[in-house]
């Protein structure tokens, strides 16, 4: 049964840090390419970050030098680490494999950026 299950979101001041994680269950995660994704109110969901199983990475242009992707192949975890965090950060953020799964799409955690 294939399952993500996202954690770490919360209410942070412009300018905070918070790291997101997400371990992915019934895939083969080590050879498998992952993503987080966020959707603002009124979006469209957007591809933030990815990972391949080799650790390459690449971002979005708005979060580029803010956030870092990595990822764990024993825990079958992939991490968002989230820098400089603005206002227009703030949304729900889900992980998925890129390009996304319908089956894999969770509940995602909420990222609010508020003074």
């Known amino acids: 049964q294939v399952q993500v299950v996202e954690s770490g979101g919360g209410l942070v001041q412009p300018g905070g840090s918070l790291r997101l994680s997400c371990v992915v269950r019934g895939i083969i995660f080590r050879v498998t390419p992952t993503g987080w994704y966020r959707q603002a109110p009124g979006k469209q969901r957007e591809l933030v970050a990815h990972?391949?199983?080799?650790?390459?990475?690449n971002y979005a242009g708005s979060v580029k030098n803010r956030f870092t992707i990595s990822r764990d192949n024993a825990k079958t975890t992939v991490y968002l680490q989230m820098n400089s965090l603005e206002h227009e950060d703030t949304a729900v953020y889900y992980c998925?494999?890129?390009?996304?799964?319908?089956?894999?799409w969770g509940k995602g955690t909420q990222v609010t950026v508020s003074s």
């Open positions: 998925n494999t890129q390009p996304p799964r319908d089956a894999l």
């Open positions: 990972v391949t199983p080799g650790g390459s990475t």
